[in-house]
């Protein structure tokens, strides 16, 4: 979902919908050949499952085909069924998750438990949080747009780690937030000149629809920033105490969020025959329920590609990777839904990818120098790491 979006957050989130965390020991991924297994699979699959540049460009293309299917299925000029989108989604992914366990491609997914659905239940909620706000805003911006504000979601956790967990922030990191922030408010500076003067806008009308459009995505944008760093935050506390591996937390978030989207569809959103038809026209109807399908098992392609990307690379790469994968996205807002490409934009899109870099750049440099000095106290841990700590032992 965004959030089941590839997002950096210093944190290892999925693209964005942050269902779950990827791990070097998925078991979505099949382990390298022995050689005494002579029923091992053939060379080339063996070549092409090791490969660093396959596992990176498919990460990339699982991650730009995420966001873009969101964005379509939102876009639409009378959409206005979101939480319903969001249960089709977690519903996909479940059964998606299911087949995939009784085929014996999931080994290790461990049997339903009332109790920890009950404590879990929470990080759920703000689960739906996230993934609301963040189809709202995909909803009314564009795809640079709202990949660049996304950025800020970084600079909301950090911070939090530093109120709540004791974390720091270096110099290197700062310098990439306040880039982050520039690359933001050029962005909306651009988006703002383009309504009022760009695309042939000449009526004041036009103009304050345009206007009123792009202030509602950024009111959504803003709640999904602290909804996003909420769930995150929330979820390194409670994490640790569940035991969860990651295909336990994409289990348990989509299957909790299911009866409440849907039970939020019913409440908050006109199902009379009318909406309906609007929602799903009959010219785009079949392509609109086939990205609605795909999107649910999106989730699960970027759960296996973020791993097989770890398994193959490093962290280091894949947070890296992570950063640059920024561009591409943005960029496919470009060609495939004709976002304004103007100097204001460009110039935007180019600032958010530097300061995505200086920020990899800054947290590899400190965990290079955190492994260069003899430990006096317990380090402080990102939340990624600390989770990940967790769950392993």
Same mark, same amino acid.
């Given at each position: ?94 059964? =998606? ?50 990949? #660049? ?7 909301? #956790? ?25 690359? !933001? ?43 996003? =760093? ?98 591409? #996205? ?26 995505? #870099? ?26 990624? !790491? ?8």
């Amino acid at each position: 979902m965004d959030d089941k979006k590839n997002e950096d957050y210093g944190i290892k989130m999925p693209e964005y919908n942050g269902r779950s965390s990827p791990s070097s020991r998925d078991p979505f991924i099949a382990k390298a050949p022995s050689r005494h297994n002579s029923q091992g699979p053939p060379a080339a699959i063996s070549s092409i499952t090791n490969s660093p540049p396959i596992s990176i460009l498919a990460y990339c293309l699982a991650s730009i085909s995420m966001t873009v299917t969101n964005k379509y299925c939102v876009s639409g000029a009378n959409w206005n069924l979101n939480f319903f989108y969001l249960a089709i989604q977690s519903l996909v992914c479940i059964i =998606a998750i299911v087949i995939c366990k009784q085929a014996g491609v999931i080994t290790n997914l461990a049997p339903f438990d009332a109790k920890k659905a009950k404590q879990w239940f929470p990080i759920s909620l703000l689960l739906v949080g996230m993934i609301y706000t963040s189809t709202k805003a995909l909803q009314f911006l564009s795809v640079p747009v709202y990949t #660049i504000f996304k950025n800020l979601t970084i600079i909301v #956790i950090a911070y939090g780690e530093v109120l709540w967990f004791g974390g720091s922030v270096t110099p290197s990191a700062l310098f990439s937030f306040g880039l982050m922030v520039l690359s !933001s408010v050029v962005a909306a500076w651009a988006d703002i000149q383009h309504a009022l003067y760009g695309g042939g806008v000449t009526e004041s009308a036009e103009a304050a629809e345009a206007l009123s459009t792009l202030n509602a995505g950024y009111m959504w944008m803003g709640f999904n920033v602290f909804c996003t =760093a909420a769930y995150v935050l929330s979820m390194r506390k409670v994490i640790k105490k569940m035991n969860f591996k990651d295909w336990d937390t994409m289990f348990y978030n989509n299957l909790l969020t299911i009866p409440v989207l849907f039970l939020c569809s019913m409440i908050f959103e006109n199902w009379s025959s009318s909406n309906v038809q609007l929602n799903f026209p009959l010219e785009s109807r079949n392509k609109l329920i086939t990205g609605m399908i795909y999107s649910g098992l999106a989730t699960i392609f970027i759960s296996y590609c973020s791993a097989w990307c770890i398994r193959v690379t490093s962290s280091t790469t894949y947070s890296m990777v992570g950063a640059l994968n920024k561009l591409p #996205i943005a960029v496919s807002g470009l060609i495939f839904f004709a976002a304004p490409v103007t100097f204001g934009s460009v110039s935007a899109i180019i600032i958010g990818f530097v300061s995505g #870099i200086v920020y990899a750049w800054a947290k590899v440099r400190q965990s290079q120098k955190n492994k260069m000095t003899l430990p006096t106290t317990q380090p402080v841990m990102s939340a990624s !790491s600390q989770s990940n700590r967790d769950v392993s032992s």
